[in-house]
T-cell receptor, first 111, second 113 residues
Framework: GQSLEQPSEVTAVEGAIVQINCTYQ??????LSWYQQHDGGAPTFLSY????GLEETGRFSSFLSRSDSYGYLLLQELQMKDSASYFC????????????FGSGTQLTVLP | DGGITQSPKYLFRKEGQNVTLSCEQN?????MYWYRQDPGQGLRLIYY???????QKGDIAEGYSVSREKKESFPLTVTSAQKNPTAFYLC????????????FGPGTRLTVT
C-alpha cells in the first residue's frame, strides 16, 4: 500500500524560510500534491508535481525527486498567516489514482 | 460564487442513529469525494464518485453509505454500523476523477455520544 512520512511539527520565525519534507512509498506513482489547512478549516490546494524539479508559486515552491521518492514544500518570507497544517498527498496506481494524504505537518510561525 | 457547501457545521447524534451529511457543489465538477479527518491526522478517503449514478469505496467505507443522483449533490450517511463515527467530515470535488486539484467544503464536525 501507500505510505507517506512528514514531520509532525515545524516552528520558524516570521520572515524566515522553512522546508517541509515528505517521503513516500507507492506503486505506480502519478504525482505529489500539497495542501494547506488552517485549524478547523477546509484544506486548500497549494501545488502539484508530476515531474522532477521545482515548481514555484509566489512565496511557495514545491520540489519532487521521483528517484528518491521524496518531495518538499518550501515557504519563503514566512508570515503569521502561514501558521497551519500542511499535507502532502500522492496519487498512485495502488489507490485507483485517488489521493492518499500524509498525517500533516503543523507549522507554527513565531513573531 | 462557485464552491462547495456542507451542512450543518456541527452535528450531534446519539449512538445507534443514522445521520446524513449534506454536500452540494455548483462548480460543475464531475467527481466528488468524502474524507474523514481525526485529530492530528491526515484525510482518509471514505467514498468517491467519478460521475453521476456511480461511486466507489475508498479506504474506510465500512459503516458509511453514499448516493449520487445529481451531479451537484453527494450526501454521506453515517450508519449505526460505523464503530467510531465522531470525526470531522470533509467533502471535496474536482473537474474529473484524476484531476490534481481538489476543492474542499468547510466540513461537518460530527459528535456521537
Amino acid at each position: 500500500g501507500q505510505s507517506l512520512e512528514q514531520p509532525s511539527e515545524v516552528t520558524a520565525v516570521e520572515g524566515a524560510i522553512v522546508q517541509i519534507n515528505c517521503t513516500y512509498q507507492t506503486s505506480g506513482f502519478y504525482g505529489l500534491s500539497w495542501y494547506q489547512q488552517h485549524d478547523g478549516g477546509a484544506p486548500t490546494f497549494l501545488s502539484y508535481n508530476a515531474l522532477d524539479g521545482l515548481e514555484e508559486t509566489g512565496r511557495f515552491s514545491s520540489f519532487l525527486s521521483r528517484s528518491d521518492s521524496y518531495g518538499y514544500l518550501l515557504l519563503q518570507e514566512l508570515q503569521m498567516k502561514d501558521s497551519a497544517s500542511y499535507f502532502c498527498a500522492v496519487r498512485d496506481q495502488g489507490s485507483a489514482r485517488q489521493l492518499t494524504f500524509g498525517s500533516g505537518t503543523q507549522l507554527t510561525v513565531l513573531p | 460564487d462557485g464552491g462547495i457547501t456542507q451542512s450543518p457545521k456541527y452535528l450531534f447524534r446519539k449512538e445507534g442513529q443514522n445521520v446524513t451529511l449534506s454536500c452540494e457543489q455548483n462548480l460543475n465538477h464531475d467527481a466528488m469525494y468524502w474524507y474523514r479527518q481525526d485529530p492530528g491526522q491526515g484525510l482518509r478517503l471514505i467514498y468517491y464518485s467519478q460521475i453521476v449514478n456511480d461511486f466507489q469505496k475508498g479506504d474506510i467505507a465500512e459503516g458509511y453509505s453514499v448516493s449520487r443522483e445529481k451531479k451537484e449533490s453527494f450526501p454521506l450517511t453515517v450508519t449505526s454500523a460505523q464503530k467510531n463515527p465522531t470525526a470531522f467530515y470533509l467533502c471535496a470535488s474536482s473537474i474529473e476523477a484524476t484531476a490534481y486539484e481538489q476543492y474542499f467544503g468547510p466540513g461537518t464536525r460530527l459528535t456521537v455520544t
